[in-house]
Nanobody, 120 residues
Framework: QVQLVESGGGLVQAGGSLRLSCAASGSIFSINAMNWYRQAPGKQRELVATITRGGIPNYVDSVKGRFTISRDNAKNTVYLQMNSLKPEDTAVYYC??????????????WGQGTQVTVSS
């Protein structure tokens, strides 16, 4: 059984910062890409940032220069540092990871989501 547990969401004023964390636990052999998605009310879920096992990041254009994704492979944890937050960043943020279990098969897992609210 594998779980992804997120933390770090909250309410912040525009221009502020938040740091999200997502820790994977359970029967894990290795973790491939780790990703952060977000879903705002009435909108589709969108991929915000992704990071490979080797640490190569990629971002959606709307967050480039403001958000930084990182990971600690020893802790099976991915982070999202969010700076210069805007009201349009308000959403539920989800982490997702491609996790290889001891059967050597990869499955996608999702966290439960954490609310980020940016006030103007």
């Amino acid at each position: 059984q594998v779980q992804l547990v997120e933390s770090g969401g909250g309410l912040v004023q525009a221009g502020g910062s938040l740091r999200l964390s997502c820790a994977a636990s359970g029967s894990i052999f290795s973790i491939n890409a780790m990703n952060w998605y977000r879903q705002a009310p009435g909108k589709q879920r969108e991929l915000v940032a992704t990071i490979t096992r080797g640490g190569i990041p990629n971002y959606v254009d709307s967050v480039k220069g403001r958000f930084t994704i990182s990971r600690d492979n020893a802790k099976n944890t991915v982070y999202l540092q969010m700076n210069s937050l805007k009201p349009e960043d308000t959403a539920v943020y989800y982490c997702q990871a491609g996790i290889v279990g001891y059967t050597r098969r990869e499955y996608d897992y999702w966290g439960q989501g954490t609310q980020v609210t940016v006030s103007s």
